[in-house]
């Protein structure tokens, strides 16, 4: 039974990997020259094979045992977006690296989470899940919407003061990017030591074990992979993103302009949906299967992953690339995370779920789009906070 | 013993009608003309007004049945700050239209809970009530505090970028408002599926039960009205508060310069307590009763169909009248929001409480009414903040 | 065995009492003239004095009965703190008096709890605790939080406007924060009227137990001082706080600039660690005894003393120095206690502790400090605020 449903899920996403060899001719046959088909023929190839990386990690985690598999897990679940981002701020595309990390919080607690909880609640009345799980998950995610508050508020009040009398000046602000980044990834090996160490066996006491637990809830169907196969797969797909990944950071500034959309738009909204696929898809079958506390892991480990891991490493990565990226966010950004977290943990307090609170979440994240729309420029507005 | 209890409140709000035939007095001959005479006793006359639309509503709902009856409570259980608001928006007042909604919330969770916590608090030593019920209606309302955000975070981005990048203007703001409006009230009714239909037998399971509940509660003490009789005290109920709502807007402004009040405290503070007056004697005798539920229900219920129903209904609503009406409200009112519905979610998310929740409740109110009681008109504000 | 414990932690705070002639002689002998030793010697020895200010109230108490007893338990447990205040205020170190009432909230929510949480959470697996009592004083909390955001909020709106249509004076603001001042001491008045009349005997029900009953806890091992020994103890102590707090604050500008620390910075961080240090002994051990009830009760109770009674009693007795204090606090404090009471609310609201939530609290602290360390003097940042 539970290999049927499989099935019937899988293909649905694997036929999306035609469009891996379009977006190659889309970009490398000169006559079919056209950005904003090749961004979002790129847009739907990631999705596929973002799908078969998080299978690659799993079957490869199996083989290394609990504690090396779970920290493997734990750190490639987020490959894709992070390899994205990296091309990104290769390119200097800053505004669209930030927009993206706030983008996948968004689209993880909301979009993800809600639809989950909507289908979910649709086919069972009501739904329960340790709340213990998950309210160490939305303490985490304040945490890091604290620390990524702070170079906000930073700007905003060093701003005002000239800068002989210890105003605002961008190395200040990278300084305070670089302090809190580490804090941030410091907090996030501590929490993994503590879900895969020193409390491994408290059942689903948090969202790190969730992405195993759905690995074999998946693939105890039977199939088993090999060493050897896993890693192949799991390098082929990884190779193939980077590709891809290429054309879509290459293709994106030209899209957005045809499409008349801003930056952070189709960073926050686009971006956000496409990375999340793979996520979205799993969460929502976890859901219909009524296994809550897989759902809440996934949305709520993988944001969880994207501020306390990917933000930093994107910082420290941008040094790499000569291109310092601080972690001050624009403030409709940082407004966005801090509702997304507060509605968040309403929902996942009561340890309980109905398709109400799946309504909730996405009628917060159609505002919250509705907002993005309109909003001129990231950029524009961010140099006019500065000035 | 249910019956005496009601006698000795009834009375007290009947007695109130004795200003109705003042407040046309007033209105009418000329020798009485007092602008803020007139607004006084407007004010008060409206109070038992409220609460005899409030039962014919009750009434005739009962006879329409469950699904079309509740559909009746929930849509009609704010008509008369509806019809104020109306008037108010007719004028152009439309800092007292926002202010009144604001207030209207405020009062309900801070001001009406805040003395049922207390009065019943006093009674009894430890009351309890379902935390399922009250958590998915804190839910709703953090969704309509980021709505209500939303333009104030734009209008304060966007303000700051030139028009020809993109910038703010007031069409822009418009179009978001209609946008926010449109989500605000598919969830309201959204939710009332919810509650009216797929989860109906759910006991108490939200507060849009609570208005019928509580019209059991108090009517099944003998009385049961006809058809007719409940849609002629209904209408005729109507017909006066429209009456005097005509009185009350027209002498707001004259009223409001000679107490020295701003507008934004008339309508924060005054409007709000006169048009929940009704919700707050219900309220506490429910609190008295020790049906908490009930308690909660109505001060939680009412604030819901302000923020998710009545705001985006006036916003459709200002176009009929050729002035439309964004849903940009000043930053002391979206603080004013957010703080109150922090404290009620923390406040009714163990399920239990006691008198000093209640003064805990009362003195964020008095917090927040001196806050508005010092701040100078909210009109000159909003332009200074466009400036 | 507990006597052990007690006298293995005693003699480390006691044999600190060594700085107090150290002190003595830096202030007094002309030629080891340095502010900086001595400010830095002060901070160290008013630590062991608070800590016998603290025993000599608790046994006093005991001699006064459960009323009276609760009752100076209350109002004197924060007195080192209350001391240092009013010498800084009455040489009108507004900034640093204001940024030590923030740092005491930081401190202990955020560091002391912190540290017991780890501590407790490193010794046992998991820990309980009462959530009825620590969703009382958070919700206390957020209340105090609202209050002292009002001012800026104030400042921020009607800065905007001119004073000729009612904008912003340093009058109104001083209005504004004597009003709720008063509202913050009733809020406290009545909090000691629940805990210690009306609901004494609901066991551990709120933190203002909480030093009683360490009080018990620590000092039955034995010893019983008598009326007047615990009298001329209290008595001592108190003299020598207020002779080293002379010190103290006489030095602190001066040993700022040498040190290159921000007046801010000094009052959130430094004098909050040094004010706390009792405190946070005690939350310790009581974290190590496993009793997560008295330990919570220490740092909830501490916060929210210095909020609701200590902070407004500094605005009262301004005004006997001549210097009236407003209430105004600087963007960055006031978003750093919000975020300090949103994050211990969410971990104390399960009732529930372990290691991890102890780390999430001291990464909140350390992402705080950074962003003090950063900032600018607060004195000019006011002032860039207020044009």
Same mark, same amino acid.
């Given at each position: 039974m539970s290999e049927k449903k499989t099935s019937w899920l899988k293909p649905s996403l694997d036929w999306l990997l035609i469009f891996v060899p379009i977006a190659c001719a889309?970009? #490398?046959?000169?006559?079919?020259?056209?950005? +904003?088909?090749?961004?979002?023929?790129s847009c739907i190839a990631v999705i596929p094979l973002a799908g078969w990386m998080g299978k690659g990690t799993e079957h490869l985690a199996e083989h290394l045992g609990q504690g090396a598999g779970g920290l493997l897990s734990a750190t490639f679940g987020n490959a894709a977006e992070l390899i994205i981002a990296l091309f990104a701020l290769s390119k200097g595309l800053e505004g669209v690296v930030k927009a993206s990390i706030t983008g996948s919080i968004l689209g993880n607690l909301l979009l993800v989470l809600g639809l989950s909880?909507? +289908?979910?609640?649709?086919?069972?009345?009501?739904?329960?899940?340790?709340? +213990?799980?998950?309210?160490?998950?939305? +303490?985490a995610l304040t945490l890091a919407a604290a620390a990524l508050l702070v170079p906000t508020i930073f700007h905003e009040v060093a701003g005002r003061i000239p800068i002989a009398q210890g105003g605002w000046t961008a190395q200040k602000e990278q300084h305070l990017s670089l302090a809190i980044a580490a804090v941030l990834i410091i907090t996030y090996i501590l929490t993994l030591i503590f879900s895969l160490v020193t409390h491994r066996n408290m059942k689903s006491a948090d969202s790190m074990h969730a992405m195993e637990d759905i690995g074999e809830e998946l693939e105890h169907a039977g199939e088993h992979w090999s060493k050897k196969k896993a890693l192949t797969i799991l390098l082929t797909a990884t190779a193939f993103v980077v590709l891809i990944a290429e054309f879509l950071v290459g293709a994106v500034e030209e899209a957005g302009k045809t499409l008349g959309l801003t930056e952070v #738009?189709?960073?926050?909204?686009?971006?956000?949906?496409?990375?999340?696929?793979?996520?979205?898809?799993?969460?929502?079958?976890? $859901?219909?299967?009524?296994?809550?506390?897989?759902?809440?892991?996934i949305s709520l480990g993988s944001s969880l992953q994207i501020a306390l891991f990917v933000a930093p490493v994107l910082v420290f990565a941008s040094y790499l690339f000569g291109k310092p990226m601080n972690l001050e966010f624009t403030l409709p950004e940082v407004f966005a995370v801090i509702i997304a977290i507060l509605i968040?943990?309403?929902?996942?307090?009561?340890?309980?779920?109905?398709?109400?609170?799946?309504?909730?979440?996405?009628?917060?994240? $159609?505002?919250?789009?509705?907002? #993005?729309?309109?909003?001129?420029?990231?950029?524009?507005?961010?140099?006019?906070? $500065?000035?």
């Open positions: 889309l970009r #490398f046959v000169p006559s079919l020259d056209n950005p +904003t088909a090749l961004f979002i023929v909880l909507l +289908t979910g609640g649709l086919k069972f009345k009501k739904q329960t899940f340790n709340r +213990t799980a998950s309210s160490m998950s939305a +303490t #738009f189709v960073g926050v909204i686009v971006v956000a949906i496409i990375g999340n696929a793979a996520e979205n898809s799993s969460a929502i079958l976890m $859901a219909l299967r009524n296994k809550m506390d897989l759902s809440l892991g968040v943990q309403q929902i996942s307090s009561d340890g309980e779920s109905n398709w109400i609170e799946g309504v909730q979440l996405l009628s917060v994240y $159609a505002v919250l789009a509705i907002l #993005f729309y309109f909003l001129p420029d990231v950029h524009s507005a961010v140099e006019a906070l $500065a000035h």
